[in-house]
Every structure is written in structure tokens, then in C-alpha cells.
């Protein structure tokens, strides 16, 4: 299996959260990116969302993407690949990843902030940086269909990247910092239940670096094609 964050996608034009230039310098995660901002003050959160649609809606997939897609359609009949990604913008899908979880959601997407209501989540690009979208059905308040912090994984997806975890015989971490719950804990999963572990990122990781059997320090990429191809 592999796990995906943000600097997967550095390479198609898209911020990272951490480090310099990261979302998180310019907008300040708790006020924007918090089930709790979406109560208090709903317009932050979709301004964060409109920021990166904007980024998110042109960009196109890059080699690390299309590496980790070819994979999987070089696969035996015995193999499969389980590709769990920490992002919401659709680019593994884009690049032809047919065995995508995505553990934080759809940029994508809208859907209704009341649980009572019968809407479904739609696909939605809209950029809504002056006024909060209302349901059309019920009148409520619209939300991005992403995870925010303070908000549970979707079960569902928790579910199938557990499995994916726990059977794999190689877990490959790609561009993220290892950083965020429950991502992070993945590798050690992994790695106990007997798995090749390894990591293929700009910098080693703060904390999970005793986990990973091996690690790659280098642009997703350009490493990817190589490790993969
Ligand atoms: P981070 O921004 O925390 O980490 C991105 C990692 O990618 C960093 O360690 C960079 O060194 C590395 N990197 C940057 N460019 C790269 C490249 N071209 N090739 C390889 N590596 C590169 O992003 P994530 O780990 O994905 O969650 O962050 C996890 C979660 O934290 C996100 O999904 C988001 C965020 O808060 C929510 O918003 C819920």
C-alpha cells in the first residue's frame, strides 16, 4: 500500500501545509480548518476551500502521481495496491488510480451541514469567498466534503486503510511529514504486522523515522518513476 500527503502533489503546483510557503504560514489552521470554525465563523473555512480549489481545479497530476497509477496497471492478477492519501485534490484519481481511499475528504465536493437532510454530496468548484452557499433543499449552511480537525475519518475509509495496513507486504510513505493522527500511526501498524516499510520524501520525518526500514530523501517526482518504474 502506499499513504500520500500534500508533497505528492508539490510537483502539480499545489501548497503543502508545513514548511515554508505552507498553507499553514498563510492561514491559521484553527480559525480556518476546524470543526469548530465551521460553527463560529463558516465563510473562514470556505475561504480556505476556495483557496484551494482555485490552485486544485487547474492542476494536473505529475510523475510521482502517474508512477504510482502505472503501478498498479503493471500489477499480477495475485497483487493489488491500496493508495490511502491524507489530500483532497483528486489527482490520483486524475492520473488513473482506480484503488484510491481518501482518508480527509473530496475537495470536489459540497454537501449539507444538516445530518437531518436528504441531500447528497454533489461535485461543486464554486468559489465561495464573500457568502456562505445555503442548501437548496433545507436552507442550511453548505460544508466542504473534506475532514476538518476535530472531525472523525470517514468510517469507511478508516476501515479499508486498516485492512490495507494490516495485510500489506510493503507500506510505502509518500510526501508527508507524518505528522498528522491517525496517518501517522499507520507506519507502525504496518511495520508490526510485517511489512517492508518506507519512506520517500523532501526531509526526513520529526518523529516516525525509527519506523521506516528505509528512507528516500528527494522529490516524490523525480524518485517515484525511478523506485517504481
Ligand atoms: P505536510 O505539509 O505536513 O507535509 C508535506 C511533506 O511533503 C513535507 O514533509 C515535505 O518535506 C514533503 N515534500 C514537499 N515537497 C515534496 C516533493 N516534491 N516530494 C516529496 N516530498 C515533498 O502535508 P501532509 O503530511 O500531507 O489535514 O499533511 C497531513 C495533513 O495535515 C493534511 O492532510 C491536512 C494537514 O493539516 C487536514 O487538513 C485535516
Not at 505552507?22 to 470554525?37: N, S, V
Not at 483528486?90 to 480527509?104: F, K, M, P, T, Y
Not at 437531518?116 to 469567498?129: G, I, V
Not at 473534506?146 to 510513505?173: G, H, I, K, S
Request: hydrophobic residues 40%; contains cysteine.
Amino acid at each position: 500500500m502506499i499513504l500520500t500527503g500534500a508533497g505528492v502533489s508539490a510537483a502539480s503546483g499545489l501548497d503543502t501545509f508545513r514548511g515554508h510557503g505552507g498553507l499553514w504560514k498563510q492561514f491559521d489552521a484553527e480559525a480556518c480548518a476546524t470543526a469548530t470554525a465551521l460553527y463560529t465563523d463558516p465563510l473562514r473555512v470556505w475561504k480556505l476551500i476556495s483557496f484551494m480549489r482555485r490552485a486544485a481545479r487547474t492542476a494536473k497530476p505529475n510523475p510521482a502521481h502517474q508512477a504510482i497509477a502505472a503501478l498498479e496497471h503493471r500489477l499480477s492478477n495475485e497483487q493489488s495496491l491500496t493508495v490511502a492519501t491524507q489530500n483532497i485534490d483528486g489527482l490520483h484519481q486524475r492520473a488513473g488510480s482506480g484503488n484510491v481511499i481518501e482518508l480527509h475528504g473530496r475537495l470536489s465536493h459540497t454537501r449539507c451541514m444538516s445530518r437531518r437532510c436528504s441531500l447528497e454530496p454533489f461535485e461543486d468548484w464554486e468559489l465561495y469567498e464573500t457568502q456562505v452557499p445555503r442548501c437548496e433543499r433545507c436552507g442550511a449552511p453548505l460544508r466542504p466534503d473534506v475532514v476538518l480537525f476535530e472531525e472523525l475519518l470517514p468510517p469507511d475509509a478508516y476501515r479499508a486503510t486498516e485492512t490495507a495496513v494490516q495485510t500489506c507486504d510493503l507500506f510505502l510513505a509518500v510526501g508527508t511529514s507524518c505528522t498528522v493522527h491517525p496517518a501517522c500511526d499507520f507506519v507502525y501498524e504496518a511495520r508490526d504486522a510485517g511489512a517492508r516499510t518506507m519512506l520517500v520524501n523532501l526531509e526526513p520525518p520529526e518523529s516516525t523515522a525509527d519506523a521506516f526500514d528505509e528512507i528516500h530523501l528527494g522529490p516524490a517526482e523525480e524518485l517515484l518513476p525511478l523506485l517504481l518504474g
